[in-house]
C-alpha cells in the first residue's frame, strides 16, 4: 500500500544495509547432501518376494508373480522391462532361467526349458519332465 509522506512523519535517515550472507547458499547445500544421502539406501519391502526389486540388485525387473503348481512347487517369475523376457526360480535361492518371447502373447522359450502364460495360468515344459500347470497366487 502506498502512503504519502507526509502521512508518515517526519523523514527518518536511512543507514545503508551491510551486505550480508542469507546463508541461502549453505542451505541449498546442506539439502543437496542430505537428499543424496535418502536415495543411497531402500528401507526393505514388506513382501517378502520384492528382494530383487531394489535398485541395484536387478533394475530390469518390472514386476513378479507367484505360481503354484499342481505338484506342490512354488514358481517365482520376474518379468523384465523389455516386456518379452521373463527369468523363472523354483526356489528362493534357486538359480533363475531365462526365457523370451519372440512376440507379446507368445511361447517363452529358453535353454530346454518353455512356458505358456494365459492369465493367471502357466504349463511350463521342460526337457526330460512332464509338463506342470501352474495358477498365479
Not at 544495509?17 to 539406501?41: K, M, Q
Request: net charge positive.
Amino acid at each position: 500500500m502506498f502512503v504519502a509522506a507526509t502521512e508518515i512523519g517526519p523523514a527518518v535517515r536511512q543507514v545503508p544495509r551491510r551486505s550480508r550472507s542469507s546463508g541461502a547458499p549453505f542451505l541449498a547445500a546442506a539439502l543437496i547432501v542430505s537428499g543424496a544421502a535418502g536415495c543411497s539406501s531402500q528401507a526393505p519391502s514388506s513382501n517378502p518376494h520384492d528382494e530383487d526389486h531394489f535398485a541395484g540388485t536387478n533394475p530390469q525387473i518390472i514386476g513378479r508373480h507367484i505360481y503354484e503348481c499342481d505338484d506342490g512347487a512354488k514358481i517365482t517369475v520376474d518379468f523384465l522391462a523389455d516386456g518379452l523376457t521373463i527369468e523363472m526360480r523354483s526356489s528362493a535361492g534357486g538359480k533363475p532361467a531365462r526365457l523370451a518371447a519372440p512376440g507379446q502373447g507368445l511361447r517363452y522359450i529358453g535353454d530346454r526349458i518353455t512356458a505358456d502364460a494365459t492369465g493367471g495360468q502357466m504349463t511350463i515344459n521342460r526337457q526330460g519332465y512332464a509338463a506342470q500347470a501352474c495358477r498365479r497366487i
